[in-house]
């Protein structure tokens, strides 16, 4: 009863921070004429409510593709019309077709805000609780810890909250399906994880673990026995959940072919408000866009269906996409505050340097406090030996603080400073090359820790 209780109270702070993050700006506010990601979620609600389903991913005379054209799968689709629905209640200008464009107020500012915290409170958050509590080690105290320093994770707060998106709804479905598969209900995990797929086409970075996990289990349960009917079974689950998701589209074959172009556009190229960092970096001395048209990644290793090598596996796909998908704040969860610092170019934009230095410093420390990662963490158990041997050049220097001071210094002269007249984009390039450097030594780490096998079970116990 005391662990629920603490679990409230945690869900209860993680409820005031997002709310006090979302009085503050965001995408595009005041900034006609395209304004920002606030508006394109908006206009989605304008074109689904106003619009026959047919017309939502074609370019009409009502239905602008060039001004926030719907470029999610239907998932999202849907979830914008149930909030139209409701806007509609509220008041009718909110979404009133054409002239509803770029509309901003106070009252609809709330609104908007509201229907996040909603769908955290609905799909995101009991995702994250259940998470924590029955598939991380340690005592319930420390399994509290968990939950909360998971809840005040500043990247996603921030982007969802701050800039404005709704990335905690695929990421919920994805933790569902993580809880699930833990839990050995995979056919419940592989529908969660195919409603992420629809509602989020870059949950894609994350399939090669699902896939090959199941995969993995159905050929170690024997293909000539339970194994080929689990797989009929995950197959058909995965199969309907598409099905019903893309049901309205398929009736016409133009239809479904139109969504997909409209889901993987891939004239939009490999930069966006220089968060890519690879791509940014290597473009000081290659210029990308020139040689290859579009970006492509190739994983091919398939891992053995154990739940531990799955969580590795699956943290390995984010990092390998840069994507900071929150199952990756299961390990070490407090490095990952220096990679969120790629998007700083992107938080300043949108007028949220107050929100991003204060939620960066409650996370480092409540990270740290609670966790006592620094403390008791030793190198044995980190299994940090062969990696302490491939940075060599940095025998004496705590990685961590190093990443701290970095992230921080990068983050005051982004404020601070004025770059040279040709140099414009100079703090945005090294923040990118930085952040990729934490992505990449991570990334290291953690292949490093995947092949070398489980933690034993005397660290874990010394551990808990």
């Not at 949108?350 to 740290?368: E, H, K, N, Q, R």
């Amino acid at each position: 009863m005391q662990t629920w209780s603490l679990v409230s109270i945690c869900v209860l702070l993680g409820v005031v921070v997002r709310w006090g993050v979302s009085l503050n700006s965001y995408s595009g506010a005041g900034k006609p004429p395209m304004f920002g990601d606030y508006e394109a979620q908006r206009h989605w609600q304008e074109v689904t409510y106003n619009l026959p389903l047919q017309e939502w991913y074609f370019n009409t005379t009502d239905n602008d593709l060039n001004y926030w054209g719907l470029d999610y799968p239907p998932l999202t689709a849907y979830h914008s019309w149930i909030c139209a629905y409701i806007a509609k209640t509220i008041n009718p200008e909110w979404v009133e077709l054409h002239r509803s464009r770029g509309y901003e107020s106070p009252a609809h500012k709330l609104f908007m805000r509201a229907t996040v915290l909603v769908a955290d409170l609905l799909i995101y958050i009991p995702a994250v609780v259940l998470y924590c509590l029955y598939l991380t080690d340690g005592s319930p105290k420390k399994k509290v810890s968990t939950l909360f320093c998971f809840l005040l994770y500043p990247g996603l707060i921030l982007i969802d909250y701050g800039h404005f998106q709704y990335n905690g709804v695929s990421q919920g479905f994805a933790l569902w399906g993580v809880l699930a598969l833990g839990l050995g209900w995979d056919v419940s995990g592989s529908m969660a994880f195919s409603l992420a797929l629809n509602y989020k086409q870059m949950e894609l970075y994350h399939a090669l673990p699902f896939f090959c996990y199941l995969l993995g289990k159905c050929v170690k349960l024997g293909l000539m026995g339970r194994g080929l009917f689990l797989l009929v079974r995950i197959a058909v689950t995965v199969l309907v959940t598409f099905a019903l998701c893309w049901l309205p589209f398929l009736s016409d074959l133009n239809q479904a072919l139109q969504v997909v172009r409209r889901i993987f556009p891939v004239a939009r190229g490999l930069f966006e408000d220089k968060v890519a960092n690879t791509w940014c970096s290597l473009n000081l001395l290659i210029k990308i866009r020139s040689i290859l048209p579009s970006q492509s990644h190739k994983l091919s290793t398939l891992f053995p269906p154990i739940c531990h090598c799955f969580l590795f596996f699956l943290s390995l796909c984010c990092l390998s996409f840069f994507s900071l998908l929150l199952l990756s704040l299961c390990f070490h969860s407090f490095h990952f505050l220096g990679k969120q610092s790629f998007m700083l170019p992107l938080f300043l934009k949108d007028g949220l340097l107050v929100p991003y230095v204060v939620t960066s410093l409650a996370f480092l420390f409540f990270s740290i406090y609670l966790l006592s990662a620094l403390e008791h963490s030793s190198e044995e158990e980190l299994r940090l030996g062969a990696y302490h041997k491939l940075l060599f050049c940095l025998p004496k220097m705590d990685l961590f603080y190093i990443s701290v001071a970095a992230m921080a210094g990068l983050s005051i002269a982004s404020v601070v400073l004025v770059p040279p007249p040709h140099l414009p984009d100079l703090f945005p390039v090294l923040v990118s090359t930085t952040a990729c450097l934490h992505f990449l030594g991570t990334f290291i780490y953690f292949n490093i820790v995947q092949f070398s096998g489980p933690p034993s079970r005397k660290s874990q116990k010394k551990n808990n």
